[in-house]
């Protein structure tokens, strides 16, 4: 209880080491915030090229949407994607690159983590909102989807504030844990539908229906679908993934939680 006062009282904290990752994201570049909206562009670009017109992917119109264009399912699917690795992979450094504020003074470690995870969401949303405004273009009225769109912000967010909680402390005591999340997130990505629609996997699998079941249990299989649902199909994702997000979303912040806890003790000596 009185870590999580300790916590509560940090609010000040947490939001001024936010800012300061928001104003170091970027310094000193010429395009400034520019840049979070090019880099998903620039792979969007790369991936449309390679995946549909060289190895010919097709994807399904939106139903009931009916839209059908490659570029934007793509990045229904990139930008979520992109949050995910980017947060992942900040957070990892967050302890180590503050070390000396660590040692020196005493405040909730967690608030590392949770300010520079919180950087990455301002700049996803940034994307969605741009997203939103290309699909309003293209004739998709996702206006009244963005409320959804935001819950699973919320939901994807505890994801990987747990996961970041987790991997941010033992890549202290481990430093060669952030070059194996490396390869780990490369496996990761082309295990999730992202650059390929799921009836892809689920006509491959049509006789291995447990293999299509085992496939789904990746929780950003479903993430990802559930964007697609709401921003390319206009339709509200499946009860039951929303219920299994919500749960590996939760039990993963509480895992996430409780190794910090556990390590964070002698997290100055590791330093």
Same mark, same amino acid.
């Given at each position: 209880?009185?870590?999580?006062?300790e916590?509560?009282?940090?609010?000040?904290?947490?939001?001024?080491?936010?800012?300061?990752?928001?104003?170091?994201?970027?310094?000193?570049?010429?395009?400034?915030?520019?840049?979070?909206?090019?880099?998903?562009?620039?792979?969007?670009?790369?991936?449309t090229?390679?995946?549909?017109?060289?190895?010919?992917?097709?994807?399904?119109?939106?139903d009931?949407?009916?839209?059908?264009?490659?570029?934007?399912?793509l990045?229904?699917?990139?930008?979520?994607?992109?949050?995910?690795?980017?947060?992942?992979s900040?957070a990892?450094?967050?302890?180590?690159?503050?070390s000396?504020?660590?040692?020196?003074?005493?405040f909730p470690?967690?608030v590392?983590?949770?300010s520079n995870?919180?950087?990455? /969401? %301002?700049?996803?949303? !940034?994307?969605?909102?741009?997203? $939103?405004?290309? *699909?309003?273009v293209?004739?998709? +009225? #996702?206006?009244?989807?963005?409320?959804?769109?935001?819950?699973?912000?919320?939901?994807?967010?505890?994801?990987?504030?747990g996961?970041?909680?987790?991997?941010?402390?033992v890549?202290?005591?481990?430093?060669?844990?952030?070059?194996?999340?490396?390869?780990?997130?490369q496996?990761?990505?082309?295990?999730?539908?992202?650059?390929?629609?799921?009836? /892809? %996997?689920?006509?491959? !699998?049509?006789?291995?229906?447990w $293999?299509?079941? *085992?496939?789904?249990?990746?929780? +950003? #299989?479903?993430?990802?679908e559930?964007?697609?649902?709401?921003?390319?199909?206009?339709?509200?994702?499946?009860?039951?993934?929303?219920?299994?997000?919500?749960?590996?979303?939760?039990?993963?912040?509480?895992?996430g939680?409780?190794?910090?806890?556990?390590?964070?003790?002698?997290?100055?000596?590791?330093?």
């Amino acid at each position: 209880m009185s870590t999580v006062q300790e916590l509560t009282e940090s609010k000040e904290l947490f939001v001024n080491l936010t800012l300061r990752e928001l104003r170091g994201k970027y310094k000193r570049s010429a395009l400034g915030w520019t840049w979070s909206l090019l880099n998903p562009l620039a792979t969007m670009v790369i991936f449309t090229v390679v995946f549909r017109f060289f190895l010919k992917v097709q994807i399904e119109p939106g139903d009931p949407s009916g839209l059908h264009v490659f570029a934007i399912f793509l990045l229904c699917g990139l930008l979520p994607w992109n949050f995910l690795s980017s947060g992942i992979s900040g957070a990892m450094g967050a302890l180590i690159s503050n070390s000396n504020l660590i040692k020196k003074v005493f405040f909730p470690r967690e608030v590392l983590v949770a300010s520079n995870i919180a950087s990455w /969401v %301002v700049s996803f949303l !940034l994307e969605m909102a741009v997203l $939103a405004i290309v *699909l309003l273009v293209a004739g998709n +009225m #996702v206006l009244p989807w963005l409320v959804p769109v935001l819950g699973l912000v919320i939901v994807q967010t505890l994801f990987v504030v747990g996961l970041g909680l987790m991997f941010s402390v033992v890549n202290v005591y481990f430093r060669d844990v952030q070059y194996l999340i490396g390869i780990l997130l490369q496996i990761w990505f082309y295990a999730t539908p992202i650059v390929y629609p799921i009836t /892809v %996997v689920r006509d491959a !699998l049509v006789d291995s229906p447990w $293999a299509f079941t *085992l496939y789904k249990l990746n929780p +950003m #299989v479903r993430f990802v679908e559930a964007y697609r649902d709401c921003l390319y199909d206009l339709r509200f994702p499946a009860l039951l993934d929303s219920v299994y997000l919500v749960g590996v979303s939760l039990a993963t912040l509480t895992l996430g939680v409780v190794v910090f806890w556990k390590m964070e003790p002698k997290l100055a000596e590791e330093l």
